[in-house]
């Protein structure tokens, strides 16, 4: 077995056993939260290597789709844009849900698509290109369609401006997808096989550093689960259902094949909360990083267990899956 193949084994151990790194990891911080909490300051970075993670997965052909197909590219980003945003804020209304909590789950509804979805719209015999091209283009525009929906959501609670949150997503999000991008260019022409084994590494990077992001948040938070957990996990797992529901409903009432109903119905319900987390802890309290870090451990619940349920059911056409997909 060679070096990238060692590599991806790795990347694929990591990723399928996702949830339980989650879960395990959680239930430690929760019993020694104190083992974990020092990774908060390291929050921002190690979304930024995330990010970085995905800027590798993408190449010019990525943004050629994207050109190719404006149309279904166009309904799945504004789909999300619109519903996820809004679902949170009835939420928020509905649950009577404290401050705090309110902003954290105003954040996810704002938050741009998660690579997670990439994975599994690709496990549900999605259409994967059609998956990361609506990630790459909410992701790009996520500076400035995130602290906008913020802002209007959750204006009179917040200190922070919009453009404090623009700068922050810039430089945790756009600044490194760039440079991931650019540097994956760079590999491709001059060392494509550091190229093939950056690609088949990451996903466990990505892992590990969310699983330290989830833990952090838990660890920072165990008075606050044990309290005011039960509304926290309805909240979540509502909003993620809602997404699920509406971007399926959008893709059939839009006319797409089953291939991209699938890719549209992941990408509007799973959301890059590393991101929302990142912010909350950076502008807001641990409390208000709480509902995005258990989004994270529930939509890599909810979509494997979607995917699966896809997987078995007949498409319509054919799915071009030469995109690679990551991880969130």
Same mark, same amino acid.
């Not at 997965?57 to 149309?71: K, Y």
């Not at 309904?75 to 909590?101: C, D, H, K, R, Y």
């Not at 991008?181 to 550091?194: G, K």
């Given at each position: 077995m060679n070096t990238v193949e060692t590599l991806e084994r790795i990347g694929n151990v990591a990723s399928t056993y996702f949830v339980v790194w989650i879960l395990v990891v959680s239930g430690a911080a929760l019993v020694v939260p104190d083992s974990f909490t020092w990774i908060s300051p390291y929050i921002t970075p190690l979304l930024g290597?995330?990010?970085?993670?995905? *800027?590798?997965?993408?190449?010019?052909?990525?943004?050629? =789709?994207? #050109?190719?197909?404006? =149309?279904?590219v #166009?309904?799945?980003?504004?789909?999300?844009? /619109?519903?996820?945003?809004?679902?949170?804020?009835?939420?928020?209304? /509905?649950?009577?849900?404290?401050?705090?909590? #309110?902003?954290g789950v105003i954040l996810v509804g704002a938050a741009p698509g998660g690579t997670a979805s990439n994975v599994m719209t690709y496990l549900g015999d999605g259409d994967v290109a059609l998956s990361v091209s609506i990630t790459t283009v909410t992701t790009l525009a996520a500076p400035v369609v995130m602290p906008a929906w913020v802002v209007t959501l959750a204006g009179e609670q917040l200190d922070v401006t919009f453009a404090q949150m623009f700068s922050s997503i810039v430089q945790v999000v756009l600044i490194p997808v760039i440079a991931g991008?650019?540097?994956?260019?760079?590999?491709?022409?001059?060392?494509?096989?550091?190229a093939e084994a950056g690609v088949s590494i990451f996903p466990a990077v990505s892992v590990v550093a969310i699983v330290a992001i989830v833990a952090a948040v838990v660890g920072a938070n165990v008075s606050n689960i044990l309290t005011a957990g039960a509304i926290v996990v309805v909240a979540v797992v509502a909003h993620n259902t809602i997404g699920l529901a509406a971007g399926?409903?959008? *893709?059939?009432? #839009? *006319?797409?094949?089953?291939? =991209?109903?699938?890719?549209c119905t992941f990408e509007v319900a799973l959301q890059n909360s590393g991101l929302a987390v990142a912010l909350a802890t950076a502008y807001f309290s641990p409390l208000a990083a709480l509902p995005p870090a258990l989004f994270s451990v529930w939509h890599n619940i909810s979509g494997p267990a979607l995917a699966t349920y896809f997987s078995r059911q007949p498409r319509s056409e054919t799915t071009d899956v030469a995109a690679t997909p990551g991880d969130d």
């Open positions: 290597v995330i990010m970085l993670g995905m *800027g590798l997965t993408l190449r010019p052909v990525d943004f050629r =789709r994207v #050109a190719e197909r404006p =149309r279904d #166009a309904i799945g980003a504004v789909a999300q844009w /619109v519903v996820m945003p809004l679902a949170a804020l009835v939420l928020t209304i /509905v649950l009577s849900l404290p401050p705090e909590l #309110a902003i991008f650019a540097l994956r260019l760079l590999l491709d022409r001059y060392a494509p096989r550091a399926y409903g959008v *893709g059939r009432a #839009a *006319g797409m094949s089953e291939e =991209r109903v699938r890719a």
